[in-house]
């Protein structure tokens, strides 16, 4: 068979040499017949440029005259345009809806519905635009066939995670369909995600100075970083994507959203993704946070003397839940509050640790996309989303605008979770809370009596 193929091969190449010669020499013989009519051809040209030029027929001419009218009108020209004020009409639609007590006061009305002040929507419009604007999807315009301004759609996703209403319920009240507000709810989602990052980031060691100085004077805690706490977002799931890693300790699915925040309730670091249905010791040791805490690159700042032969390195405050570790310190247990020193400090570690718990309570109750179960959610995206809602938390604090005290949730953000407890103790961190519970007490009894 080899031989067969080999002998193939050569016999084409010398078929293909035997054509190559033929054609050679009738390229000879055309090219020396076209030289002998030369001045034959010349004579011919002379004979038809002396003639008159030949009239097109009217009706060709006419017939393309007809043929460009039709092509015009097949494709006709209709300009779109935006808007006028989308908030003149939703105000006029939405502001006496029954059952809602919504605020008389334009401007208070806005926030009511939006969660944030004009000046904070201006800017927030300002980070998404060029991506709303670029990639335009198709669909989004009103019933009036008018394109949706950035304004406008940046309300309808404010208003989709701010109040958790369905879809359809977020259409109707600003005059479009399902389909858009899924659109527009999910381009923003991504948009924001993308141009706001800067918003929620690990403090730089000026910044840091400053939280612990507030921790400090709020709450008699030395190079204290921040306060942690974590809450579940419940959601159903299809059949076919239900596991017991989803369906956490109350039978509920969920996925778990973990946040340390500084004196000002803002989030300096968040972990989600993780099923409701592990512990929050364990969702504490799968976050990145504890990687680089324990690796030395993170609450890693200069330890702080608090009296003689007793040092405080940085830290953060957790409750019962978290592992008490030389930078997590949790409270002393309700078997070990037989002294003063414990006593006491539990006190002051409770304070703190509850800016952990109102800031979860105000931004599940700002953002009840967040608190109220979501239907069958990707669970690929639902990180997304709760990351975004962290981000537009941030951004009302950064802004100098006002978080809506009123909109916050009442009781526990967790309600009908029992709490857990983690028994893990590290030796070094204990003796670290031991140190702060003296110095804490020492200084109580230092304190001038008011």
């Not at 080899?2 to 000879?28: C, D, H, M, V, Y």
């Not at 105000?91 to 939006?114: A, D, M, Q, R, V």
């Not at 946040?259 to 364990?282: A, K, N, Q, Y």
Request: charged fraction near 25%; proline fraction near 5%; charge should be positive.
């Amino acid at each position: 068979m080899p031989s067969r193929k080999t002998g193939g091969w050569s016999g084409a190449l010398l078929e293909k040499s035997q054509i190559n010669k033929n054609k050679s020499q009738f390229t000879k013989v055309k090219s020396g017949l076209l030289f002998s009519l030369a001045p034959f051809f010349f004579f011919l040209h002379c004979l038809v440029c002396s003639m008159a030029p030949v009239k097109k027929s009217k009706k060709t001419k006419k017939s393309k005259k007809l043929k460009k009218n039709k092509s015009i009108s097949v494709v006709p020209v209709e300009p779109r345009v935006s808007e006028p004020d989308w908030w003149v009409s939703f105000w006029h639609k939405n502001s006496t809806t029954p059952g809602l007590s919504i605020p008389s006061n334009e401007e208070e009305g806005f926030k009511y519905f939006f969660r944030v002040a004009r000046k904070t929507f201006d800017y927030i419009c300002s980070l998404v635009r060029e991506d709303l604007v670029s990639r335009p999807p198709s669909g989004l315009i009103n019933i009036e066939g008018r394109l949706l301004s950035v304004e406008k759609q940046v309300a309808i996703a404010l208003r989709r995670l701010a109040s958790g209403e369905s879809q359809v319920s977020v259409g109707a009240s600003f005059g479009v369909g399902q389909s858009t507000v899924s659109q527009v709810t999910w381009r923003f989602i991504e948009a924001l995600e993308e141009r706001a990052k800067h918003h929620l980031k690990w403090p730089d060691s000026n910044r840091m100075e400053e939280i612990k100085s507030n921790f400090e004077a709020l709450f008699g805690l030395h190079n204290c970083c921040g306060a942690i706490d974590a809450t579940h977002i419940i959601m159903t799931l299809p059949a076919v994507q239900t596991s017991d890693d989803w369906c956490d300790q109350e039978s509920n699915y969920s996925m778990f959203l973990q946040g340390i925040v500084d004196h000002e309730m803002r989030f300096l670091d968040i972990v989600t993704g993780w099923p409701g249905g592990m512990t929050v010791s364990r969702l504490l040791k799968c976050s990145g946070f504890f990687r680089l805490c324990e690796d030395g690159d993170r609450l890693n700042g200069s330890i702080k003397t608090l009296s003689e032969g007793l040092e405080m390195r940085e830290f953060i405050v957790g409750g019962v839940a978290y592992p008490l570790l030389p930078w997590l310190i949790t409270p002393y247990e309700i078997t070990d509050l037989s002294s003063s020193v414990s006593t006491n400090f539990n006190s002051k570690h409770e304070v703190a640790r509850l800016l952990a718990v109102k800031a979860f309570l105000q931004l599940k109750g700002s953002w009840r996309i967040l608190n109220k179960v979501m239907w069958r959610p990707d669970k690929r995206k639902l990180p997304s989303i709760i990351l975004v809602c962290c981000l537009l938390h941030n951004i009302i604090i950064d802004s100098g605008d006002q978080l809506h005290p009123e909109v916050a949730l009442s009781g526990h953000h967790d309600l009908g979770y029992g709490e857990q407890c983690c028994k893990q103790v590290d030796p070094t961190g204990k003796t670290m809370r031991e140190n702060l519970a003296k110095f804490l007490l020492e200084s109580k009894d230092k304190a001038p009596a008011k």
